[in-house]
């Protein structure tokens, strides 16, 4: 792997600078900082980001959406911040969810009685279906 630019300053004036810890040691000749190969980390893609803050604004807690998504709920806070969103503090309710296949989506869809006095949210999650429901009216 050619490293091509210092991470400090980007420029390309670097040379190689020994081993430390089995990993290639560069030096910047510009602005003098030392620096090895830089961790590539882990992208996520871009649709689970977006699906991490649709939940976060229908109310979920990140932990309940860590559980559904598989992403951490320290990821998906720093994406609340990075995105500066404020859902609107409601104690109200507490959204229910479900997660469901299209034939179990039809069928839930088809009780009438189940879908009276509730609001809903359906949304794609991968090949299933997440239904989000609260109610709208006490009983």
């Known amino acids: 792997m050619q490293i091509r630019l210092c991470p400090k300053c980007g420029n390309e004036r670097i040379i190689k600078s020994g081993v430390v810890a089995g990993?290639?040691?560069?030096?910047?000749?510009?602005?003098?900082?030392?620096?090895?190969v830089a961790k590539m980390g882990k992208r996520i893609d871009n649709y689970y980001v977006v699906k991490a803050l649709q939940l976060y604004l229908e109310g979920m807690s990140l932990r309940e959406i860590e559980r559904i998504l598989g992403v951490s709920h320290v990821t998906i806070s720093n994406w609340v911040k990075e995105y500066n969103?404020?859902?609107?503090?409601?104690?109200?309710?507490?959204?229910?969810?479900?997660?469901?296949?299209?034939s179990e989506l039809i069928?839930?869809?088809?009780?009438?009685?189940?879908?009276?006095?509730?609001?809903?949210?359906?949304?794609e999650l991968g090949d299933k279906f997440m239904v989000i429901r609260w109610e709208r009216f006490k009983k």
Do not use: W
């Open 23 to 36: 990993k290639q040691r560069y030096h910047c000749k510009e602005c003098n900082y030392f620096f090895t």
């Open 107 to 123: 069928h839930y869809l088809s009780d009438k009685e189940r879908l009276e006095g509730a609001g809903m949210i359906i949304t």
């Open 85 to 102: 969103l404020k859902r609107v503090p409601n104690q109200q309710y507490h959204p229910a969810y479900k997660i469901v296949n299209h």
